[in-house]
């Protein structure tokens, strides 16, 4: 008979082997003094083999230190079943190896072989038309299904055994882009299951399910799970379950999170002292990142700052929005500490509605506002512009000859030639000036809240992003150091917590808010918050009951108003405009009116709030501008309620510091000039910083 000792170190060790590798410390890859690494996307099964030692020597010439290969390459790997060819892949890490370049492997679940989509058709995703998709794109497989999984873990598994202790291998990247791309949903029988499965482990009795999915309404009673389909808008006469939609988008994104969890386990297995990531798209709601923070050593993202879709200034189609990638730098960052981009674009691209060339500059510019958010990596997509495919208009780092350096490769190489020379220069244990630290603010943001809120926008001219925007964008007017921050940090560790819209809440969040303010924060929270409960439900009380006590005011009533109507608001003599969505408030005794109404039939009732509570301050505005200029006054009032001093920085002007260094970056159309004290010393740039300049120096 076995000990107690032995039956429970047996115990230990079975978990042990069961359990999901977690990530590690992001200090154990990326060192402090290296600062930031760049590097380049390479398709050696695209390119003739003789042409791979010229291309690998050419990437180490621009000045790149490592290379990104594998991610589209399944049927390279794997060109019949079972039978698997890495011969090709090992020598371009070697190759790689005798010029110095570390390399990061992918997984490439991202494009199954054909011979595996025709043997099992069941794995390709059925969108919501009831369409199955066809082999021939990427994205097309549906990582719910187990059979797919299967052979996900297969060829995982023979990577990672003959790359797995390569010393030159520092990395793994899982999949691409996890998503389906225009169709983000499957509706597959395996989804179905999955979701229907999800549902009982949540509500555990199918009534729990129709009262918190408020099925008495239009008699959507459920007797069963296996009644429950996943809602597609697209077989509804009228508007689909609202609380069923947000719990498939919960499933949606914790199922993408599984199988990430599920192929770094896979790796782990078989890694040593490698870490691993995914890359995620750019503020694309429907996966959500922080439930992979443990499963990831660092969270990576795609930029692709130029394809069409910002077009404010003269030149912004040109640079790109800088306050929204720096939104994800500082969302990315907060996750599990260590965040990089693991796509950059480094030209023209195809895709996007106009492909606009991207303004001199505004390339090396990116890389540089990556380094000032505290990126530990830059990765180019991708070495070689394409000779054919989907992508022959996407600009590469060298043009179609192969050899000639693009624009934009020359602007990595000079990037690289910036860090380098910051390398020279850093200090280790700089601490941040004491001006830049008292501006600390915490985002608080939860992805769970945008879909509830794009869910039911209650008018047409609600913007989701616009909303969070016009507060992201006044901080880094002021030069304030933000997190994009979720609800599992602590908010004690910063002295401003900014919340807007946040319309899901509950009871212990309230009280988390209130003891912040209490304790001395200075919390600002806007229209919509706390609408609703977590299962989307109103409160049965007033309009926001949970927050009425903390913001010292009752809401009312709110209005929204047709486009083009504009209405008014005054602070003090300053008149706004607004037209999406405006609360009119009744404050309490104690509470201080800041903003009332010009117009309408409510003209002179109040649209914003502000009170002491303990030793911090609380304001609530009710209404948005229509420019964000009444955001950035309010905030700036808050500040200046702390005592803590603000800069007045143009919108698209970013300066941040990091590591003992200053970097400016200007997305505007106009020069600025970088606010540089006495005595500082200019490292790279001018004190004028150029449209798509960088200017960088050190105090």
């Given at each position: 008979m076995k000990s107690k000792r032995s039956v429970l170190l047996a115990l230990v060790l079975i978990l042990?082997?069961?359990?999901?590798?977690?990530?590690?410390?992001?200090?154990?890859?990326?060192?402090?003094?290296?600062?930031?690494?760049?590097?380049?996307?390479?398709?050696?099964?695209?390119?003739?083999?003789?042409?791979?030692?010229?291309?690998?020597?050419?990437?180490?010439?621009?000045?790149?230190?490592?290379?990104?290969?594998?991610?589209?390459?399944?049927?390279?790997?794997?060109?019949?079943?079972?039978?698997?060819?890495?011969?090709?892949?090992?020598?371009?890490?070697?190759?790689?190896?005798?010029?110095?370049?570390?390399?990061?492997?992918?997984?490439?679940?991202?494009?199954?072989?054909?011979?595996?989509?025709?043997?099992?058709?069941?794995?390709?995703?059925?969108?919501?038309?009831?369409?199955?998709?066809?082999?021939?794109?990427?994205?097309?497989?549906?990582?719910?299904?187990?059979?797919?999984?299967?052979?996900?873990?297969?060829?995982?598994?023979?990577?990672?055994?003959?790359?797995?202790?390569?010393?030159?291998?520092?990395?793994?990247?899982?999949?691409?882009?996890?998503?389906?791309?225009?169709?983000?949903?499957?509706?597959?029988?395996?989804?179905?299951?999955?979701?229907?499965?999800?549902?009982?482990?949540?509500?555990?009795?199918?009534?729990?399910?129709n009262r918190d999915w408020g099925n008495a309404f239009w008699s959507q009673q459920?007797?069963?799970?296996?009644?429950?389909?996943?809602?597609?808008?697209?077989?509804?006469?009228?508007?689909?379950?609202?609380?069923?939609?947000?719990?498939?988008?919960?499933?949606?994104?914790?199922?993408?999170?599984?199988?990430?969890r599920f192929q770094a386990s896979t790796l782990r297995k078989h890694a040593r002292n490698q870490w691993v990531t995914t890359n995620f798209i750019n503020r694309y709601p429907p996966v959500s990142p922080p439930l992979s923070g443990r499963d990831l050593d660092i969270i990576t993202w795609s930029l692709y700052p130029v394809a069409g879709f910002y077009q404010d200034g003269a030149e912004g189609f040109?640079?790109?929005?800088?306050?929204?990638?720096?939104?994800?730098?500082?969302?990315?960052?907060?996750?599990?500490?260590?965040?990089?981009?693991?796509?950059?674009?480094?030209?023209?691209?195809?895709?996007?509605?106009?492909?606009?060339?991207p303004y001199p500059g505004a390339i090396r510019m990116w890389i540089m506002r990556a380094f000032a958010a505290g990126s530990k990596l830059v990765c180019t997509y991708r070495y070689r512009q394409p000779l054919f495919g989907n992508e022959q208009y996407h600009y590469g780092v060298v043009g179609t000859d192969g050899v000639t350096p693009s624009v934009g490769g020359r602007q990595f190489a000079q990037a690289m030639q910036d860090v380098q020379t910051l390398r020279k220069l850093y200090r280790p244990n700089s601490k941040a000036p004491a001006r830049y630290a008292a501006r600390r603010t915490a985002f608080l943001y939860n992805v769970e809240n945008q879909w509830n809120l794009d869910n039911h926008t209650q008018t047409t001219r609600w913007d989701t992003w616009g909303h969070l925007f016009k507060y992201y964008r006044a901080l880094k007017g002021f030069g304030a150091p933000v997190d994009v921050i979720t609800e599992d940090k602590d908010f004690a560790q910063y002295p401003f917590l900014v919340a807007p819209a946040y319309q899901l809440a509950d009871e212990k969040l309230v009280r988390r808010w209130t003891e912040y303010v209490e304790n001395g924060g200075h919390l600002v929270l806007s229209l919509r918050t706390a609408q609703k409960d977590r299962r989307g439900h109103l409160w049965e009380g007033e309009y926001a009951a949970p927050i009425l006590d903390l913001i010292g005011a009752s809401v009312e009533s709110y209005d929204v108003l047709?486009?083009?109507?504009?209405?008014?608001?005054?602070?003090?003599?300053?008149?706004?405009?607004?037209?999406?969505?405006?609360?009119?408030?009744?404050?309490?005794?104690?509470?201080?009116?800041?903003?009332?109404?010009?117009?309408?039939?409510?003209a002179g009732n109040v649209a914003a709030v502000t009170r002491?509570?303990?030793?911090?301050?609380?304001?609530?505005?009710?209404?948005?501008s229509l420019t964000g200029e009444l955001e950035r006054d309010l905030l700036r009032r808050v500040f200046a309620s702390a005592n803590v001093g603000v800069e007045n920085y143009e919108?698209?002007?970013?300066?941040?510091?990091?590591?003992?260094?200053?970097?400016?970056?200007?997305?505007?159309?106009?020069?600025?000039?970088?606010?540089?004290?006495?005595?500082?010393?200019?490292?790279?740039?001018?004190?004028?910083?150029?449209?798509?300049?960088?200017?960088v120096w050190s105090e």
């Amino acid at each position: 008979m076995k000990s107690k000792r032995s039956v429970l170190l047996a115990l230990v060790l079975i978990l042990s082997a069961s359990a999901p590798a977690l990530s590690q410390s992001s200090s154990q890859f990326f060192r402090e003094p290296d600062l930031m690494t760049i590097g380049v996307y390479y398709y050696p099964e695209a390119w003739d083999k003789g042409q791979w030692p010229r291309d690998i020597a050419n990437i180490k010439k621009l000045g790149m230190e490592f290379i990104h290969m594998g991610e589209f390459a399944w049927v390279f790997m794997e060109p019949k079943e079972g039978e698997f060819d890495l011969d090709w892949l090992a020598e371009n890490v070697e190759l790689a190896t005798k010029q110095g370049l570390k390399v990061i492997l992918c997984t490439p679940s991202a494009t199954p072989p054909v011979w595996l989509t025709k043997k099992h058709p069941e794995v390709l995703m059925i969108d919501a038309s009831g369409r199955r998709q066809k082999h021939g794109a990427r994205q097309h497989a549906c990582w719910s299904v187990d059979v797919y999984r299967k052979y996900v873990e297969r060829i995982n598994t023979e990577l990672a055994k003959r790359f797995g202790n390569n010393p030159n291998v520092v990395g793994w990247q899982i999949d691409n882009e996890l998503t389906h791309y225009g169709k983000p949903y499957c509706y597959c029988p395996h989804c179905q299951a999955k979701f229907r499965e999800w549902l009982k482990g949540k509500y555990g009795r199918v009534e729990n399910l129709n009262r918190d999915w408020g099925n008495a309404f239009w008699s959507q009673q459920y007797q069963n799970f296996e009644q429950i389909d996943i809602p597609n808008a697209q077989e509804f006469v009228a508007l689909p379950n609202p609380h069923a939609i947000l719990d498939h988008q919960r499933w949606f994104a914790e199922e993408a999170a599984d199988y990430i969890r599920f192929q770094a386990s896979t790796l782990r297995k078989h890694a040593r002292n490698q870490w691993v990531t995914t890359n995620f798209i750019n503020r694309y709601p429907p996966v959500s990142p922080p439930l992979s923070g443990r499963d990831l050593d660092i969270i990576t993202w795609s930029l692709y700052p130029v394809a069409g879709f910002y077009q404010d200034g003269a030149e912004g189609f040109r640079m790109g929005d800088g306050a929204a990638m720096s939104w994800m730098h500082d969302y990315a960052r907060t996750i599990n500490g260590a965040q990089g981009v693991m796509e950059m674009q480094p030209g023209q691209v195809n895709w996007g509605p106009v492909n606009a060339q991207p303004y001199p500059g505004a390339i090396r510019m990116w890389i540089m506002r990556a380094f000032a958010a505290g990126s530990k990596l830059v990765c180019t997509y991708r070495y070689r512009q394409p000779l054919f495919g989907n992508e022959q208009y996407h600009y590469g780092v060298v043009g179609t000859d192969g050899v000639t350096p693009s624009v934009g490769g020359r602007q990595f190489a000079q990037a690289m030639q910036d860090v380098q020379t910051l390398r020279k220069l850093y200090r280790p244990n700089s601490k941040a000036p004491a001006r830049y630290a008292a501006r600390r603010t915490a985002f608080l943001y939860n992805v769970e809240n945008q879909w509830n809120l794009d869910n039911h926008t209650q008018t047409t001219r609600w913007d989701t992003w616009g909303h969070l925007f016009k507060y992201y964008r006044a901080l880094k007017g002021f030069g304030a150091p933000v997190d994009v921050i979720t609800e599992d940090k602590d908010f004690a560790q910063y002295p401003f917590l900014v919340a807007p819209a946040y319309q899901l809440a509950d009871e212990k969040l309230v009280r988390r808010w209130t003891e912040y303010v209490e304790n001395g924060g200075h919390l600002v929270l806007s229209l919509r918050t706390a609408q609703k409960d977590r299962r989307g439900h109103l409160w049965e009380g007033e309009y926001a009951a949970p927050i009425l006590d903390l913001i010292g005011a009752s809401v009312e009533s709110y209005d929204v108003l047709p486009d083009p109507l504009k209405g008014k608001a005054r602070a003090g003599q300053k008149v706004y405009e607004w037209g999406v969505w405006g609360e009119s408030l009744k404050p309490k005794p104690g509470t201080t009116t800041l903003v009332t109404y010009e117009d309408q039939f409510y003209a002179g009732n109040v649209a914003a709030v502000t009170r002491r509570m303990g030793r911090g301050t609380v304001t609530y505005v009710g209404v948005e501008s229509l420019t964000g200029e009444l955001e950035r006054d309010l905030l700036r009032r808050v500040f200046a309620s702390a005592n803590v001093g603000v800069e007045n920085y143009e919108d698209q002007f970013l300066v941040d510091w990091r590591d003992g260094f200053w970097v400016a970056t200007n997305f505007t159309s106009k020069k600025q000039v970088a606010p540089i004290l006495p005595g500082a010393k200019i490292l790279i740039g001018t004190r004028l910083v150029e449209p798509a300049g960088v200017t960088v120096w050190s105090e």
